[in-house]
């Protein structure tokens, strides 16, 4: 087990599966995810990401540094785009990630980090990238971010700064 690791933690939950569920059935809608989650990978991979796993509706990426991640969330928000509209429904992404240190046990990872970028990727709209302060310092100059109101997230005392990423 390796302690003290710093990585970029990134979550990408698909939105609106519900609705592809009842429109398409449930195995038309599994296929579709699975699909989807091929081209998250793909993505990812392109912008030197790994994709660790997936969870329902839900992958967990790795990627060395903050702005490989934004390069990466770029990547996969436009590989999921691309992908067809099940039964009329169209698939999207709310993308959340941190950079910090974690906790890697085999192939998987953990700790604060892990629990934030999750939490940062609960706040993300369809077609949106939210990230934290710290990661949002992070980031290259010239990189555009929108702050969020304050937002109190389960784990932490205090309420935490988080920024929409719009461009780099």
Same mark, same amino acid.
């Given at each position: 087990m390796e302690t003290n690791r710093k990585t970029t933690v990134m979550f990408a939950s698909f939105i609106g599966t519900s609705s592809v569920v009842e429109a =398409?059935? @449930?195995?038309?809608?599994?296929?579709? /995810? @699975?699909?989807?989650? @091929?081209?998250?990978?793909? =993505?990812?991979?392109?912008? $030197? $990401?790994?994709?660790?796993?997936?969870? %329902?509706?839900?992958?967990? /990426?790795?990627? =060395?540094?903050?702005?490989?991640?934004?390069? =990466?969330?770029?990547? /996969? %928000?436009?590989?999921?785009? @691309?992908?067809?509209?099940?039964?009329?429904?169209?698939? $999207?992404?709310g993308i959340g990630f941190h950079y910090g240190p974690v906790i890697q046990d085999n192939a998987d990872v953990f700790g604060d980090t892990v629990n934030l970028a999750a939490r940062l990727e609960a706040e993300a709209p369809v077609g949106k990238v939210v990230v934290g302060a710290d990661t949002a310092a992070a980031l290259p100059p010239g990189a555009v971010l929108k702050r969020l109101p304050s937002l109190q997230v389960k784990g932490k005392e205090d309420p935490i700064e988080a920024y929409v990423l719009h461009s780099l």
């Open positions: =398409a059935g @449930e195995s038309a809608a599994q296929n579709a /995810i @699975e699909r989807c989650f @091929e081209r998250i990978g793909g =993505a990812a991979t392109s912008c $030197g $990401g790994r994709l660790i796993k997936t969870m %329902h509706d839900k992958a967990m /990426i790795l990627v =060395a540094t903050p702005d490989g991640a934004a390069d =990466a969330a770029v990547a /996969i %928000h436009t590989a999921v785009g @691309e992908f067809p509209a099940i039964a009329a429904v169209k698939l $999207g992404l």
